[in-house]
Antibody, heavy 117, light 106 residues
Framework: EVQLQQSGAELRKPGTSVKLSCKVS????????MHWVNQRPGKGLEWIGR????????IYVEKFKSKATLTADTSSNTAYMQLSQLKSDDTAIYFC??????????WGQGVMVTVSS | EIVFTQSPTTMTASPGEKVTITCRAS?????MHWYQQKPGASPKPWIY???KLASGVPDRFSGSGSGTSYSLTINNMEAEDAATYYC?????????FGAGTKLELK
């Protein structure tokens, strides 16, 4: 059974950073693309970017290029996203999602990041 | 940049009713994926590559379309179908989600 297990909820002050994790089990991590998607309170889904764990190649949507950094550790089958210079507008649920074919076939449970002073 | 317009934004349907949700692209795309999300839960893949049902999706759901217009249809709405549905497409260099359609049970 494929599972994506995300780290727990985070509370951060403005200007700080946070690193989220997403551990994949039940699938060959190297044969995936790992994506990150956010959802602000009451809003829709927004794609942030993806990483190819096999080689570390990344693609980001333009607005997150200076905000998010995606990494992957193939030894632990874990994808990471670091968000920097946090602002209240970054308060959202962040999902990781795994792509083994053409779509996002498995999703993590999501992690709530709250940015508040 | 391709823009996706999903409609309607919200809708209500009675049990047994036929429901159609549409996603239109500003330029032609080769396929569309759809996801279902219920409150407090992660999105689930629902229909992929325009018309293929994801694992566990009831066959009252179907997907169709081509070019700039794609749709998700439910034949015989059931209570469990109440959710928000998002279309999604890959257009290098990014993925784009539609704004979502909230489907409620009447």
């Amino acid at each position: 059974e494929v599972q994506l297990q995300q780290s727990g909820a985070e509370l951060r002050k403005p200007g700080t950073s946070v690193k989220l994790s997403c551990k994949v089990s039940g699938y060959n991590f190297r044969n995936t693309y790992m994506h990150w998607v956010n959802q602000r309170p009451g809003k829709g889904l927004e794609w942030i970017g993806r990483i190819d764990p096999a080689n570390g190649n990344t693609i980001y949507v333009e607005k997150f290029k200076s905000k998010a950094t995606l990494t992957a550790d193939t030894s632990s089958n874990t994808a990471y996203m670091q968000l920097s210079q946090l602002k209240s507008d970054d308060t959202a649920i962040y999902f990781c999602a795994m792509q083994s074919g053409s779509f996002f076939d498995y999703w993590g449970q999501g992690v709530m990041v709250t940015v508040s002073s | 940049e391709i823009v996706f317009t999903q409609s309607p934004t919200t809708m209500t349907a009675s049990p047994g009713e036929k429901v159609t949700i549409t996603c239109r692209a500003s330029s032609s795309v080769s396929y569309m994926h759809w996801y279902q999300q219920k409150p407090g839960a992660s999105p689930k893949p629902w229909i992929y590559e325009t018309s293929k049902l994801a694992s566990g999706v009831p066959d009252r759901f179907s997907g169709s379309g081509s070019g700039t217009s794609y749709s998700l249809t439910i034949n015989n709405m059931e209570a469990e179908d109440a959710a928000t549905y998002y279309c999604q497409q890959w257009n290098y260099p990014k993925y784009t989600f539609g704004a979502g359609t909230k489907l409620e049970l009447k």
